[in-house]
T-cell receptor
């Protein structure tokens, strides 16, 4: 089954304790992205990756790191989490094709993070 | 990037047709219009995409006037399971990845 998976689905941690949220897709998609969703603010993009070893900042990159060493994986790293990073996080991927058509993104199930 | 404006919320009853309009006054020539649906605690799901005139699939229709400064997502005969947040996005390629706040549609019995 074609899907985007995230782990963990739920995580409670404390301020300053480094954590990693994994994201994996089995669709051979070149493009992957991370979003956070907060009440009243909608979905905001954190980082994205156009291909292996190519990453770039989205709208709210502060406090986050990413890496893209393999095509299927795109982990989100919080080196020193803070309470303002408490949020619902989504990973997404899409196929990169030629042409001008906006790409359709496939989203993972989400990771709910609470930083105390 | 083209900014979009949608109503914050809409109410409907089962069996009715629902039309959600999105305003995008500064849409660029190459931009496409895409709508996503999101249920609580789930990731958004692609519904429909179009460039101009009308597009229809098994889920919805998308109406885009000639000036392309707005678009309307039409959901025929909604059911309770259509209660969700609907996002309108405008852009091309990977340029538009900002979902905004969307429209919360509540369908009642």
């Amino acid at each position: 089954e074609a899907q985007v998976t995230q782990n963990p689905r739920y995580l409670i941690t404390v301020t300053g304790k480094k954590l990693t949220v994994t994201c994996s897709q089995n669709m051979n998609h070149e493009y992957m992205s991370w979003y956070r969703q907060d009440p009243g603010l909608g979905l905001r993009q954190i980082y994205y990756s156009m291909n292996v070893e190519v990453t770039d900042k989205g709208d709210v990159p502060e406090g986050y790191k990413v890496s893209r060493k393999e095509k299927r994986n795109f982990p989100l790293i919080l080196e020193s989490p803070s309470p303002n990073q408490t949020s619902l996080y989504f990973c997404a991927s899409s196929q990169r094709t030629s042409g001008r058509l906006q790409e359709t993104q496939y989203f993972g199930p989400g990771t709910r993070l609470l930083v105390l | 990037l083209a900014k979009t404006t949608q109503p914050i919320s809409m109410d409907s009853y089962e069996g009715q047709e629902v039309n959600i309009t999105c305003s995008h006054n500064n849409i660029a020539t190459n931009d496409y219009i895409t709508w996503y649906q999101q249920f609580p605690s789930q990731g958004p799901r692609f519904i429909i995409q179009g460039y101009k005139t009308k597009v229809t699939n098994e889920v919805a229709s998308l109406f885009i006037p000639a000036d392309r400064k707005s678009s309307t997502l039409s959901l025929p005969r909604v059911s309770l399971s259509d209660t969700a947040v609907y996002y309108c996005l405008v852009g091309v390629g990977y340029s538009t990845l900002t979902f905004g706040k969307g429209t919360m549609l509540l369908v009642s019995p």
